[in-house]
Nanobody, 123 residues
Framework: QVQLTESGGDSVQAGSSLRLTCGVSGNSGKTYCMGWFRQAPGKEREGVAALDSDGSASYADSVKGRFFIRKDRVNNTLFLRMNDLKPEDTAMYYC?????????????????WGQGTQVTVSS
């Protein structure tokens, strides 16, 4: 079993930056890819950024050039650096781990979810 724990969410002004952190513990015995999703009130959960099996990053079009995903393999921690935040980035952000089928910033088959961390961006 894998446990994912997010932190770093906050309420900020537009144009600010935040860094989300996802701590990973446990071991599923399988090789999974990791990524970040978000869900705004009244909207479906959407993929934001993910790392494919070769370590390459994939992003949703809405965050390209502003968000950057990185994994610290030594400490088994996933990060999401978010720059130039906009009010439309307001959402609950979730760390996810799943089968390495990554498309447009999304892991298509998620196996484990974190509990989420709230990001609120005001104009």
């Amino acid at each position: 079993q894998v446990q994912l724990t997010e932190s770093g969410g906050d309420s900020v002004q537009a144009g600010s930056s935040l860094r989300l952190t996802c701590g990973v513990s446990g071991n599923s015995g399988k090789t999974y890819c990791m990524g970040w999703f978000r869900q705004a009130p009244g909207k479906e959960r959407e993929g934001v950024a993910a790392l494919d099996s070769d370590g390459s990053a994939s992003y949703a079009d809405s965050v390209k050039g502003r968000f950057f995903i990185r994994k610290d393999r030594v400490n088994n921690t996933l990060f999401l650096r978010m720059n130039d935040l906009k009010p439309e980035d307001t959402a609950m952000y979730y760390c996810a781990s799943g089968v390495c089928l990554v498309q447009a910033g999304s892991i298509t088959q998620v196996r484990f979810w974190g509990q989420g961390t709230q990001v609120t961006v005001s104009s």
